[in-house]
Structure formats: C-alpha cells, structure tokens
C-alpha cells in the first residue's frame, strides 16, 4: 500500500489542481466583469470617421444611430443593439468597414472607415458613378467631389445600386489605366482624363497637347505609355505640337501619327517601328 502511495505522481496532480483552480477563478472572474459591463451605462457617444474621402461626417453617423435606434446615451450596454447599429453604418454605400465598441469610461466609440473612390464614370446616357479601391460602385453626391479621373464617352455600362460590382471589360480597363499612372509621375500628372471613343478604343485627354491619344484597351499598358514618351521625345519636337490630330498606339511596335487637316506632310499616317 505505501509503494502504490508513492508511485502516484502527486506533484502533477498537485499541477492539475493547480490549474483547474486556476480557470474556475478565471471563468467566474470573466463571468463577473461581463456583468458589471452590461450594467455599464453609456456616457456618451463618439464618432470617427476615418479615410481620404469626405463623403459622409461625424453628424451624419450620429444622426443615423439616433433615427434607427434611439439615443444610446444613458442606456446600459445590454440595451444598445452594437451588431444591428453595425450592420446598419455597413448599409450606407460610402462606408467600408464599422466598428463599435465601449471604453472603459462608458463611452461607445463609434469607428466608420469611408471608402476610397479611384474613377468617376460618365456613361453615354449620362449616367454617373464612381468605381472604389475594390471594384464596386458608389453613387455620385453632389455634397462632395473627389478629386479623381473621369472617363467618360462611349460606354454602356450604367448604375444599377450602390456597390455593384463592374460588368464589363471595358470599365475593368479604364480602373486598370488609373491604377497603373496613379503613381507614375509622369502619367499622373499628364492624364486629365479618359474618353472612349465611337470604335470603343480608350483615349487619354493629356494636360499639355492637343492630340488625342489613343490606347486601346489596358493590354500592354506600359508598352504603349513607352511609345508615347518617344512620340513627345523624338517626334514631337521635330514636327511641332500643331502637326498631329492623333497618335495611337495601340497596336504593338507602332507609333501612328495622324496629321491635322491643312497640314502637309508626307502621308497621313506616319509609323516608327519600335526595336
């Protein structure tokens, strides 16, 4: 009897107590600071509205908590609907991401992450929207302006309802374009905006110059920025800004320039093939 007593590992049932002990006295003291913050009552309510956007402000969350679920100051934390008011912030078309929660003090803090639109579209019927970071359409409000590219010209694809996802591969081509120059210095300063034309080929409208460029589609984006920077190093300044109507690049290796009416030159069409 006194050799079983001593084979029993008394030390590891001594760590097993331990630790049993141990998460009792953690699941009650969980169990009793859940309590205390339901019955915590909301002090106050405040709102940060964050991103590069200005589409909606902090008067404009506070109004909608305040229609939809009453005012929150002076309830207990059991009693504000956190998920549903949530929920509610993530149905506004401009808002990306929500969170809400209580501080220490009582205060329900109110986090709102505002989209970031990159294109404004103006479609052939008129019909305008913008394109955000992630694909989808947010309604045009006359409230605010973002200062982004407009493509505009001969596109039929229209707005439905907010945050839509894009249909056609024209428009996945003309955010394709804006996301490829926003960095480049270079593109990003000289492309005031996209057209697209009766043949559906996307044109740059440059800052300097008069000519319309045309791209194509998004393909081999950097090939033809590349023939378009030796059409303003090389061919430019041999020929003058006021010899060209159109330069297009759209096909590979080529540079086609089409002469202004009245100008006279060697053909209507000049080609340079790239090496």
Request: net charge neutral; glycine share 6%.
């Amino acid at each position: 009897m006194l050799n079983t007593l001593r084979n029993i590992p008394w030390r590891l049932i001594g760590y097993a107590c331990l630790v049993v002990v141990a998460l009792v006295g953690v699941g009650m003291l969980m169990s009793l600071v859940k309590k205390k913050d339901n019955a915590q009552v909301c002090t106050a309510m405040r709102v940060m509205v964050e991103g590069k956007e200005a589409f909606i402000d902090q008067h404009d969350i506070s109004d909608l908590v305040k229609a939809k679920f009453g005012s929150v100051v002076g309830k207990t934390l059991l009693q504000i609907p956190i998920e549903e008011i949530e929920q509610a912030l993530m149905q506004l078309p401009y808002v990306s991401a929500a969170e809400i929660y209580v501080d220490m003090d009582g205060v329900l803090q109110i986090s709102v992450q505002q989209r970031e639109v990159v294109l404004r579209i103006v479609n052939r019927a008129g019909n305008e929207y913008y394109i955000d970071t992630k694909g989808a359409k947010v309604p045009v409000t006359l409230r605010y302006v973002p200062h982004v590219l407009v493509a505009n010209g001969n596109i039929k694809e229209g707005y439905k309802k907010a945050l839509d996802t894009i249909e056609t591969k024209l428009v996945k081509d003309l955010v394709t374009i804006v996301e490829h120059v926003k960095g480049d210095p270079l593109w990003s300063n000289q492309i005031v905006q996209l057209y697209v034309n009766d043949a559906g080929d996307i044109e740059i409208v440059p800052r300097v110059g008069n000519q319309q460029l045309v791209l194509g589609n998004a393909m081999k984006l950097d090939e033809k920025l590349e023939r378009l920077v030796v059409f303003y190093k090389n061919i430019l300044p041999r020929v003058g800004s006021d010899a060209y109507e159109r330069v297009n690049v759209k096909y590979d290796g080529q540079i086609i320039c089409e002469r202004k009416e009245g100008w006279i030159l060697d053909s209507l069409q000049t080609k340079m093939k790239m090496n």
